[in-house]
T-cell receptor, first 115, second 117 residues
């Protein structure tokens, strides 16, 4: 079974600064995908960024980037130039074709951006 | 708007009752997933349907059942409700394709918040 661990329950960052969220996962599969989803106070689950395990290049989406360390099974999310609208719960998630493409989620990290 | 529609948005009911949550997937998506988000259990996968057939089952209680209809909308039925069933229930959909172009990306609806009193 795949497990996803987010060890930081809460993080706080000043507006315009950078924050990094940690995520580790455990799998014996070689073909898999990793995601970060954002859940703002509206409760909507929004895809932030995704990474295919076979790609060595780290994914980037505007102010969001990941540091994918396959050997260490680590997948951290960096939010640069934090904005008040980034305040949300962030979930790391794992998916593999061998598990019917189901998403397994971590427990989440609450990020608060301070003005 | 994600394109995945869930109804109702909020539902308050009593213990022992039965409710039905409805989900319309994004246009073109054949696969529907149901997730439960509660404070103590986090986001838990319940069940997945693909083009009308059950594809995978997760931590779904026997009191819960689901189906996907020919028009691809799905319903999650929750019966003999208990206080612990109070949660946010998400539906997500995907095209269930993968390959060099990318992962099987799930798009989530806004959720149905169930409160059992």
């Amino acid at each position: 079974a795949q497990t996803v661990t987010q060890s930081q329950p809460e993080m706080s960052v000043q507006e315009a600064e950078t924050v990094t969220l940690s995520c580790t996962y455990d799998t014996s599969e070689s073909n898999y995908y990793l995601f970060w989803y954002k859940q703002p106070p509206s409760r909507q689950m929004i895809l932030v960024i995704r990474q295919e395990a076979y790609k060595q290049q780290n994914a980037t989406e505007n102010r969001f980037s990941v540091n994918f360390q396959k050997a260490a099974k680590s997948f951290s999310l960096k939010i640069s130039d934090s904005q008040l609208g980034d305040t949300a719960m962030y979930f790391c998630a794992f998916m593999t074709p061998f598990n019917d493409y189901k998403l397994s989620f971590g427990a989440g990290t609450t990020v608060t951006v301070r003005a | 708007d994600s394109g995945v529609t869930q109804t109702p948005k909020h539902l308050i009911t009593a213990t022992g009752q039965r409710v039905t949550l409805r989900c319309s997937p994004r246009s073109g998506d054949l696969s529907v997933y149901w997730y439960q988000q509660s404070l103590d259990q986090g986001l838990q996968f319940l069940i997945q349907y693909y083009n009308g057939e059950e594809r995978a089952k997760g931590n779904i209680l026997e009191r819960f059942s689901a189906q996907q209809f020919p028009d691809l909308h799905s319903e999650l039925n929750l019966s003999s409700l208990e206080l612990g069933d109070s949660a946010l229930y998400f539906c997500a959909s995907s095209a269930l394709t993968s390959g060099p172009s990318g992962a099987n990306v799930l798009t989530f609806g806004a959720g149905s918040r169930l409160t059992v009193l």
